[in-house]
């Protein structure tokens, strides 16, 4: 007797071995300042601290809130994705541009290293 065993993918959560991890979606600004959300897990809701300058794809940590077996609890992993709002007005644009002006910041700073 063969027994097959498939796990259907759940909404939230993705399996790897006993950890799970899950994307959490932040503004830009809030991943720039930190912030605090309400993470959900298999036992309920916590409140997780998303530290000032994360980055995108940044995996965050909360120990014992993946899956259980009898001889190990694993780990939940918290994914950051940075997501811009859908559409920009004439004032979000502007603030945009200020920002960009001031923050003199370029993300392709180490291609011409």
Known sequence: VYLQIRLVPHPLFDVEE???????PLAPWEAALGT???LP?????IQLTIP?????GQRLRIKGKGLLSKKVKGDLFAV????NPPSSDDVS????????EKAHFDP???WSE
Request: glycine content about 2%.
């Open 18 to 24: 006993h950890n799970l991890s899950i994307v959490v």
């Open 36 to 38: 605090k959300v309400n």
């Open 41 to 45: 897990t298999l036992s309920g809701k």
């Open 52 to 56: 000032a300058n994360s980055q995108s």
């Open 80 to 83: 950051i994705k940075i997501v």
């Open 93 to 100: 644009k502007k603030l945009w541009a200020e920002l960009a």
């Open 108 to 110: 392709r700073s180490k």
